[in-house]
T-cell receptor, first 115, second 112 residues
Framework: EAGVAQSPRYKIIEKRQSVAFWCNPI?????LYWYQQILGQGPKLLIQ????????DSQLPKDRFSAERLKGVDSTLKIQPAKLEDSAVYLC?????????????FGPGTRLTVL | TQLLEQSPQFLSIQEGENLTVYCNSS?????LQWYRQEPGEGPVLLVT?????EVKKLKRLTFQFGDARKDSSLHITAAQPGDTGLYLC????????????FGGGTRVLVKP
């Protein structure tokens, strides 16, 4: 079974530029999560989708971050414009069931460096 | 302030030694998960503990959930270089809508 796919794996941009990340979850997984992991910290949830609807985006900086999950499968996360403090690894995870007690399957992440 | 405090932040040991890492909170959790994250990869779930006082074993790894469900520990016996990684605990935080909340992690380095 293929795991969660993410691209690109690495991205370097200058501040105020835009960037987009892509995630393809495990087939059949209804729940998709985007996390931000700053160096030396644990992942922090940015947004959770259930199929193509948003369940929780309370920690998403909506003035610059946006995410969508069209057709309830793939998802993209966009930052526009980027700030220095956005440098982090962006992890996508999926789960067959909703609920934090269920196992989440993580992709390898996209490492973003903002200069 | 982290809802889940992990200690130590970093641990370097020789192959064959034992180690214990801790995950503590002032809040009660309905369950706690332990993940291991290797460099350049996403976290991988190791175990979920649900019942206060529960002990689970996974080969050389022993996980314990505190009686009051506020803390957990991970003990590795006879560590091997393959155990190297970032160990993260995580649990649903009720006051945040049961969002899965991660600790800051313990980075473990096992030297051959």
């Amino acid at each position: 079974e293929a795991g969660v796919a993410q691209s690109p794996r690495y991205k370097i941009i200058e501040k105020r530029q835009s960037v987009a990340f892509w995630c393809n979850p495990i087939s059949g997984h209804a729940t998709l999560y985007w996390y931000q992991q700053i160096l030396g910290q644990g992942p922090k949830l940015l947004i959770q989708f259930q199929n193509n609807g948003v369940v929780d985006d309370s920690q998403l900086p909506k003035d610059r971050f946006s995410a969508e999950r069209l057709k309830g499968v793939d998802s993209t996360l966009k930052i526009q414009p980027a700030k220095l403090e956005d440098s982090a690894v962006y992890l996508c995870a999926s789960s067959p069931l909703a609920g934090p007690g269920n196992e989440q399957f993580f992709g390898p992440g996209t490492r973003l460096t903002v200069l | 302030t982290q809802l889940l405090e992990q200690s130590p932040q970093f641990l370097s040991i020789q192959e064959g030694e034992n180690l214990t890492v801790y995950c503590n909170s002032s809040s009660v959790f309905s369950s706690l998960q332990w993940y291991r994250q290797e460099p350049g990869e996403g976290p991988v779930l190791l175990v979920t503990v649900v019942t206060g006082g529960e002990v689970k074993k996974l080969k050389r790894l022993t996980f314990q959930f505190g009686d009051a469900r506020k803390d957990s520990s991970l003990h590795i016996t006879a560590a091997q270089p393959g155990d190297t990684g970032l160990y993260l605990c995580a649990g649903p935080f009720k006051a945040a809508g049961n969002k899965l909340t991660f600790g800051g992690g313990t980075r473990v380095l096992v030297k051959p």
